[in-house]
């Protein structure tokens, strides 16, 4: 399989399956998501979070909803917040499995596709966007400027590996 190039691909490209820390056991569970682009409905009906070790599972359309605001009759309008592109899964809020503490900062990934992607781009030597257009949203683009130093490179990759084995 061909690496992916992060400048084709975001975040919210890896939320189909997010490997998180099961809340009641502190072991490595998923939740199936779905893609960003996804209508309420399909989020309602298919996001759900399962953890092997201990049995844990809930579906996100048994979980309360969150007040947005109160409208002009006073009636609350009701909704879901997804939190992206933050070390936390978007549908459910629980920390992601792939988390990795660095002196410069925090390195996460939603899942281990998501975290080869990182990987790639920082073992690349010359970055190339291959001709694709400028998506200030990709991943290579959003990535913090330590994580993209060459001189932090070899630290990094070796950190990746230690999470990788974690699993």
């Known amino acids: 399989m061909e690496p992916v190039n992060a400048y084709s691909v975001q975040n919210s ?16 569970a998923v939740v199936i998501g779905v893609t960003a682009n996804a209508s309420r ?10 953890c092997y070790a201990c049995g ?3 579906r996100l359309a048994n979980t309360p909803k969150v007040l947005f605001y109160q409208n002009s009759r006073g009636k609350g309008v ?21 988390q990795i503490e660095t002196v410069h900062g925090l390195l996460w990934a939603y899942n281990a596709q998501h975290l080869e992607v990182i990987e ?3 073992k690349d030597h ?11 949203r990709s991943i290579g683009s959003r990535l913090p400027k330590w994580v993209s130093s060459s001189k932090n490179r070899d630290y990094l990759l070796k950190l990746i590996q230690l999470a990788k084995t974690r699993a």
């Not at 009701?78 to 933050?86: C, D, K, P």
């Not at 010359?126 to 200030?136: A, C, E, F, I, T």
Request: glycine fraction near 4%; hydrophobic fraction near 40%.
């Open 13 to 28: 490209d890896f939320t189909e399956r997010v490997d998180v820390v099961c809340p009641k056991c502190q072991k490595k």
């Open 41 to 50: 409905d399909e989020i309602e009906e298919k996001v759900r979070f399962s």
């Open 56 to 58: 844990y599972a809930i």
């Open 78 to 98: 009701y909704g879901r917040i997804l939190h992206m592109n933050a070390p936390i899964d978007p549908f459910f809020g629980f920390s992601v499995w792939y």
């Open 120 to 122: 790639q781009h920082i």
């Open 126 to 136: 010359l970055r190339q966007r291959s001709g694709l257009l400028y998506m200030n």
